[in-house]
């Protein structure tokens, strides 16, 4: 378990705080085995096409606080991403029930002579004129590459602000050149919120905090029959409702990729159990997950209560998709813990889950309890997967294994990943919402969506028909791990 140090300004990379690595080649049992028996290392690229950047992911968490506004103190080509922010705050209040607003982002435009002279003097200005124009209640500034090779003194600036416009202004270091984990942003912009936003409990509430993205709200209907109210953090919330989320009953992880690290947190810090379970996807996981909310509410009675009835609702119709879905095989690429749960789901319909590219894998989580592994999870419980690969989004090993092994349908969490499939001929599904599949009816939902796609494949057809690929036939012909160093001997056929 790692200790949660808010005196520090900054958060440990996940490599050096939990081991985690992006290169990996083998099954999901080998790679849990490895996990377990403390042996799993890194295994190289010799060539990478791409990766995602924690100053992104640290971002995305700042850009949908409602009443907050965020300060990008890098060179302007960083925010390349500011539109897509935007689009997903806007459709994401609408799903919220919210009058949709634009995002609030801001950046210092850090220059050549800024490189050399310090832009610390323009990082303060910019603060001042974003205030002046939008007076929030909070600023974030998320730093760059080129911020943290210039030495600028972020957190000084950030220090005298707060004290001199009355208001939070806080420093989240998420350079991209410090982590090959593109989540490490996640537990940056957390870092940032409970070191400097989050305040002590004053009183315990009937709050449950929940972790999430930004799809749908279903745990409403949950808890406020077992008396509690839904905290949804930290997309959409309010500066005030993320200063009072240590007064919770307990925290809620929609994925432990995205909130292992403000669940330890907020447990190691101010007290608030989280909530120790796999994510509840499929029938298995699902039941697992209920009795942990159960006990850790003290809620056993009314949560079998609810297990009794759902089985008896959704049961009969999911042996009817099983039927339906038997002897379909299916390939995913997501990220780990999202990617773990749809291995489970897919299994529970009685697919058959060719392989996965996951774009990094944590050993261990930040509250330390192995009961969490949703990949452990899945492998104990429906079996192993073969061809498991840990890829940071290396798109040209996940055409060479899409070409190798044809599935049914390929899952897709990332949208940038869709079109291999596609290109392919491959029916493939994309879902956004991550909430869509949870729980006891998110089975249903996903095998309506699988069933969909399946029985719409013209359009993928003829995209095939009509598509280049930017691949070599040399290169479809090779071993997809040809440029990992691995001591694993994998072939894919």
């Known amino acids: 378990m790692s200790v949660i140090n808010l005196k520090a300004s900054e958060v440990q990379t996940r490599e050096a705080r939990l081991g985690s690595i992006t290169g990996f080649a083998g099954t999901a049992g080998e790679l849990v085995g490895c996990a377990r028996a403390g042996t799993l290392k890194e295994s190289e690229r010799s060539f990478s096409q791409c990766m995602g950047c924690s100053s992104g992911n640290a971002f995305c968490q700042f850009s949908m606080i409602q009443d907050a506004i965020v300060v990008n103190h890098a060179p302007v080509g960083c925010a390349g991403d500011f539109f897509t922010f935007n689009f997903v705050y806007r459709v994401g209040q609408m799903e919220r029930d919210l009058s949709p607003v634009i995002g609030r982002y801001f950046s210092t435009n850090i220059e050549e002579q800024d490189t050399i002279f310090g832009a610390t003097q323009k990082l303060a200005d910019t603060i001042r004129k974003a205030y002046e124009r939008v007076r929030p209640n909070a600023i974030f500034i998320t730093t760059s590459c080129a911020s943290g090779i210039i030495g600028d003194d972020v957190e000084g600036v950030a220090n005298d602000l707060s ?5 939070p202004v806080i420093a989240c270091f998420c350079e991209g050149f410090k982590s090959k984990i593109w989540t490490t942003g996640f537990d940056a912009a957390y870092h940032s919120i409970v070191r400097k936003l989050v305040k002590p409990p004053e009183k315990k509430s009937n709050k449950v905090n929940v972790i999430n993205f930004w799809g749908s709200k279903i745990f409403d209907e949950l808890l406020n029959p077992l008396g509690y109210e839904v905290d949804y953090i930290v997309p959409f919330s309010t500066v005030a409702q993320l200063e009072h989320i240590s007064e919770a009953a307990a925290t809620i992880q929609i994925c432990s990729t995205l909130g292992t690290y403000i669940g330890a947190a907020l447990e190691q810090v101010y007290g608030v159990p989280e909530i120790k379970s796999p994510p509840a996807y499929g029938i298995a996981g699902t039941d697992r997950w209920m009795r942990e909310i159960g006990r850790v509410l003290d809620s056993q009675g009314e949560i079998e ?34 990617g773990h749960a749809l291995i489970a789901l897919l299994q529970e319909l009685g697919m058959t889950v060719q392989g996965a590219a996951i774009f990094h894998h944590d050993p261990i989580y930040d509250n330390g309890d192995v009961v969490s592994d949703a990949l452990a999870h899945a492998v104990n419980t429906y079996g192993d997967v073969p061809n498991y690969n840990v890829c940071n989004k290396q798109a040209y090993e996940l055409v060479n294994i899409l070409n190798k092994v044809r599935p049914d349908i390929m899952i897709a969490r990332h949208g940038g990943m869709t079109m291999w499939g596609a290109k392919l001929g491959i029916p493939t599904l994309l879902i956004g919402d991550e909430q869509l599949s949870f729980g006891y009816q998110g089975v249903l939902n996903y095998a309506e969506r699988i069933l969909e796609s399946l029985d719409n494949k013209e359009f993928v057809i003829n995209l095939a028909k009509h598509s280049t690929m930017p691949y070599t036939k040399w290169w479809l012909e090779q071993d997809p791990f040809s440029f990992l160093r691995s001591d694993l001997d994998v072939k894919i056929y």
């Open 163 to 167: 004290e001199e416009l009355g208001i």
């Open 305 to 338: 209560e609810v297990i009794a009835k759902e089985h008896e609702r959704v049961l009969p119709k999911l042996e009817e998709y099983r039927n339906k879905l038997q002897g379909k095989t299916a390939y995913l690429t997501a990220g780990a813990a999202h």
